[in-house]
């Protein structure tokens, strides 16, 4: 990679980081291109070089967010399967690697619920695309391991994969908001316990 396409990527970076901040402080609407470009640092020409619009901004900011994650959960589970472990382990690597990016992430996080909830927005359609991203990721080692016999087949993976999504998601933000004094590891060996039993059908 060149020296100028390293330039673009910090600058691109500088100015999610401001406009996923910014947009998880005060909201969507409220938020200006002016106070984006001021919080990235760069001049206000700068935002509409890297990016058509405000809401192309956004549309991006999701993609880029989710992308992050889904490579997470991926690099997880695959840690696990090169060292021969099970899908069921591959699965609550996942977990614990979904609540380390939430504590990383908090504020693009929480724009991502706050959007899921709406319904008037250019991007809706983006969203349900780059959701898809992450729990494809999920689904396809729930499928591993109905295929290995760790799972019976009668398990809904569409389903059973947007709940562990969900229940990633929402107990990292009780966590991060309303018990920031549990550590990773409690939090994780709590879902891990969900996971063991209920998914698998067996204690933990």
């Not at 640092?41 to 509409?48: L, N």
């Not at 192309?56 to 021969?84: K, N, P």
């Not at 996080?109 to 959007?115: D, G």
């Not at 991203?133 to 947007?162: F, K, N, Q």
């Amino acid at each position: 990679m060149d020296s100028s396409n390293t330039r673009r990527d910090a600058t691109r970076r500088k100015l999610f980081e401001a406009a996923v901040t910014l947009i998880a402080e005060q909201g969507f609407s409220s938020t200006t291109v002016d106070e984006i470009a001021e919080r990235a640092g760069v001049a206000k020409g700068t935002v509409y070089y890297n990016f058509a619009s405000k809401n192309v901004l956004f549309e991006e900011l999701l993609r880029h967010g989710i992308e992050l994650l889904a490579t997470s959960l991926q690099a997880a589970a695959d840690e696990v399967t090169d060292r021969g472990g099970s899908r069921i382990d591959a699965l609550d690597a996942m977990i614990w690697a979904g609540l380390d990016f939430i504590s990383r992430y908090p504020a693009l996080t929480q724009l991502y619920v706050a959007e899921l909830w709406r319904t008037n927005r250019a991007w809706q359609s983006t969203l349900m695309v780059v959701r898809q991203r992450a729990i494809t990721v999920v689904e396809d080692v729930l499928r591993e391991a109905v295929a290995g016999e760790e799972l019976s087949e009668e398990i809904d993976i569409p389903l059973t994969a947007s709940a562990l999504f969900g229940m990633v998601l929402v107990a990292a933000l009780d966590w991060q908001s309303y018990q920031p004094d549990r550590s990773i590891d409690e939090v994780h060996a709590a879902l891990s316990r969900l996971l063991q039993g209920r998914v698998t059908g067996r204690p933990a």
